[in-house]
């Protein structure tokens, strides 16, 4: 068997109503000083208040750090390492989506250490120590909190990232009742993204794809599969919640140790460029990466890909072969997204036909992506998928 590491956050809490009880869970005492980093539909929408109510019954020092944006830039994390020194805090709690779990793994790594964040980018390079880290998703969809990687955007569009198993907090604390009031449109958006790690981490061409990250990538999908379409048109369905807070998870703990590949790659100039958000990006470009990848048969993408269709879709015909397993799961994907209500054509987010050959000069930056896809992809590679998805 081939060799591989695999990290992932070592305590784990999922409970329904778990964030109302947060203090006994993280054994909060009144020497504790926190800062929560979340968002400001989070504080407006309450969703924060039992957590906050929790950690202040149990005599803690709370400072809320509210500012989070999509797409979070540096001068916001450099705000809430601020925020934190000034505050003397010694744990940092992440509550929200994606961009404020990001920005809390880099706030405790950067308020504990005085490290000079210009020499954290990049794979490896954090050195610590960072202060105590506690991570509560209310999307479910990235699985950032059990990621060892944080994404900034520097200046006008430039994503910068940070990937070390130090900024992988000490408890990720999963409690799916904060995903009930999530709208249809998020719901299937940050569903389909999970979904694409998954697909894309048991995929990938990566040295360290491992037999952990594919066996959790496969039950993902079964979670995600089986309960996508009822989290989108009964969000209050708490067994289905349950389920794709779960799947999210998984398939974070799948690509945090067996990375993504062309389709994050080709989605981030969406992103980037037009502001759509992640998991759109994602979907809007899936099945036609997914479908260029199959067609060349040396590299192994059609079998991965058979092999997850009836995970992913239970009862889907598993007659006739590779090929045949391999184009209905695609084709379901991309049905998928309709019917859960996405866009489903570049055109659709406002994309002009002249702006695709920027976008693939673009996707050519996320080289620490493309390696790990399973077929090679050029520039007119990445500008013919663009026009095939427009
Ligand atoms: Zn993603």
Redesign the pocket.
């Known amino acids: 068997m081939a060799p591989f590491a695999f990290h992932t956050t070592p305590r784990i809490v999922f409970a329904a109503g778990a964030s109302g009880d947060i203090a006994a869970h993280l054994r909060i005492t009144p020497k504790d000083r926190l800062l929560i980093v979340t968002d400001a539909t989070i504080l407006a929408l309450g969703l924060a208040q039992p957590a906050i109510a929790s950690l202040q019954a149990a005599g803690a020092d709370i400072t809320v750090f509210g500012e989070v944006e999509a797409d979070p830039s540096l001068d916001t994390l450099l705000n809430a390492v601020d925020v934190a020194r000034e505050n003397s805090v010694n744990h940092v709690l992440g509550f929200g989506g994606g961009s404020s779990l990001d920005v809390a793994k880099l706030a405790a790594l950067l308020a504990g250490s005085h490290e000079n964040l210009d020499d954290a980018w990049g794979v490896g390079n954090a050195r610590g120590p960072r202060l105590k880290l506690t991570l509560v998703p209310t999307t479910a969809g990235?699985g950032s909190e059990v990621t060892p990687v944080s994404i900034i955007t520097v200046g006008n569009n430039e994503k910068r990232g940070v990937s070390s198993p130090l900024i992988l907090p000490d408890v990720a604390l999963l409690d799916p009742d904060l995903t009930l009031g999530l709208p249809p449109h998020v719901t299937a958006a940050t569903g389909i993204?999970a979904m694409?790690?998954a697909i894309e981490a048991y995929a990938s061409k990566n040295a360290n794809n491992n037999p952990l990250s594919r066996a959790l990538a496969v039950e993902a999908l079964r979670l995600l599969g089986a309960n996508i379409e009822t989290a989108v048109f009964q969000g209050q369905d708490k067994a289905a919640r349950s389920a794709m807070l779960l799947g999210s998870m998984l398939a974070g703990q799948a690509f945090a140790n067996s990375p993504?590949a062309a389709v994050?790659a080709l989605a981030y100039p969406i992103g980037g460029t037009f502001h759509v958000p992640?998991g759109l990006s994602?979907a809007l470009v899936l099945p036609h990466v997914l479908r260029y990848n199959a067609a060349d048969s040396m590299n192994g993408a059609a079998t991965h890909y058979a092999a997850l269709a009836p995970h992913a879709f239970a009862g889907i015909d598993v007659s006739g072969g590779v090929e045949l397993v391999c184009g209905r799961f695609i084709d379901r994907l991309a049905g998928l997204s309709a019917k859960l209500g996405l866009q489903t054509r570049l055109r659709d987010v406002g994309i002009g036909e002249g702006d695709l050959p920027a976008m693939a000069a673009d996707a050519m930056k996320q080289g620490r992506l493309l390696v790990n896809n399973p077929r090679d992809v050029t520039e007119a590679d990445a500008l013919a998928i663009y026009r095939t998805a427009w």
């Open positions: 990235t993204d694409v790690h993504v994050h992640h994602n």
